[in-house]
């Protein structure tokens, strides 16, 4: 019984943490995102979804990335440049023989173009992803 005793300093000792400035091989420090360039009005209760309006000032529609003015700071904005859904369809299996008999529906996909210019000012809703937005939806405010 005296045995687990005298090992209880050595069972802490080596549970413990390594000091918050250890530069031990293996530590991981969390370190929050640099979220100076955001306002704290913007971020409001809705976590890292922002609203705001911003400058456009350029736009590349194939890669799906636009560059904002937003908040005195050059800005990437992505978004989603097609979605896909599937369409109804039926599949009957025949037999182990056989390959299933069905109809195919190919799925409908849309492209979704940013309606914007550089040089026009938008009004964005979007979720902040480290240092850029990825847009949910835009509206052009001012050509």
Known sequence: M???LLLLPL?????????AD???PGSFHYRPPNTA?????DQGEHGAFIRGTARVV?????AGCATLEYQGNLVQAY??????SAQGGTVT???ALRPAVGQ????DVRTQEFAAKPGDTIGFVGMQTGQSIFLQGIAVLAP
């Not at 195919?104 to 799925?107: I, L, S």
């Open 22 to 24: 250890s530069g031990a």
């Open 93 to 95: 299996p025949t037999d």
């Open 2 to 4: 005296r045995t687990p």
């Open 37 to 41: 360039a955001w306002a704290a009005a």
């Open 58 to 62: 350029s736009v590349d529609q194939t």
């Open 104 to 107: 195919y529906r190919e799925t």
């Open 79 to 84: 978004w989603q440049i097609e979605t896909a």
């Open 11 to 19: 069972l802490l000792s080596a549970c413990a943490q390594p000091p």
